[in-house]
């Protein structure tokens, strides 16, 4: 990936980190987005210009286009542009459906769903006029199969999956790929904030006895950036331990 610049949302932690560090470990520049610490994500950039390449961090509420396009704007100008894209940046408000707010409701799909959009969108001409480019989309295993307590991510996380098909299809005449990758339970803060005797009993159901790690995740990710997935789009890999086979 010598040349090739990646942009992540959510890159200063969890999987969207590992991705990060693994596209800039394959040599590609690296760009972070992320609505919480500057600092966290600065970290994750220290961490790629160590191995070599060029990365930065942006702060930005994915949710908000404006703030889209300005952060698009910082990239490219240090950069000179994307050729990879990865929408990860995710939030939960896990409740039962009879106790969730309306507001936890579109808080949700409002980043999971909406920023992955307005990041597609910020972009889409872009990757039309280059007739190449990478979108990688993390979706989830709940947003294949649901999952009680999170009417609002599965939701968001089954759009996901939608949207990325339909880019899919859009962009293909220009040579880009549109994927998704829906990750089970994976080790990360998200995961580690669970309940925990909740947690222990979904791992019986997992055929291969663990959770993931970031880096399994970040894998697939590097997979589907380079040039050997170029006859793959609109899919979905699942990364979950065999959870959940169709």
């Known amino acids: 990936m010598q040349g090739k610049i990646a942009l992540v949302t959510g890159g200063a932690r969890g ?10 470990g394959e040599g590609a520049d690296i760009a972070i987005l992320d609505a919480g610490s500057l600092e966290l994500s600065e970290q994750t950039a220290q961490e790629a210009r160590a ?20 952060a698009v704007g910082k990239v490219k100008e240090a950069l000179g542009g994307v050729d990879i894209l990865v929408n990860n940046a995710g939030i939960t408000r896990d409740k039962l459906a009879l106790r969730m707010s ?3 409701f579109d808080a949700v799909l409002s980043v999971n769903l909406k920023g992955t959009f307005l ?5 889409y001409a872009d990757f039309m006029k280059k ?20 009417a609002n991510y599965s939701a968001s996380k089954a759009g996901v999956v939608g949207l990325t098909k339909t880019i899919a299809r859009e962009l293909a005449s220009r040579g880009v790929t549109c994927n998704a990758i829906a990750p089970g339970f994976i080790e990360t803060p ?9 947690l222990q009993e979904a791992l019986k159901s997992i055929p291969l006895r663990r959770m993931g790690k970031p880096e ?7 997979f589907l950036a380079s040039d050997g997935a170029g006859y793959i789009t609109g899919s979905v890999i699942n990364v ?7």
Do not use: H, W
Not at 51 to 70: H, K, N, P, S, W
Not at 217 to 222: K, N, P, R, T
């Open 15 to 24: 999987i969207g980190r590992a991705i990060a560090l693994r596209l800039a």
């Open 51 to 70: 191995l070599g390449v060029r990365a930065m961090a942006v702060r930005c509420d994915i949710t908000d286009y404006d703030q889209v396009v300005e």
């Open 102 to 104: 309306p507001e936890d």
């Open 119 to 123: 990041m597609i969108k910020a972009l």
């Open 131 to 150: 007739r190449a480019g990478r979108i990688i989309n993390i979706a989830s295993i709940s947003g294949l199969m649901g999952n009680a307590g999170q």
């Open 190 to 198: 998200m995961t580690a904030s669970m309940n925990q005797d909740a």
């Open 216 to 222: 399994d995740v970040a894998a697939v990710a590097a």
């Open 240 to 246: 979950d331990g065999g959870f959940f086979m169709r």
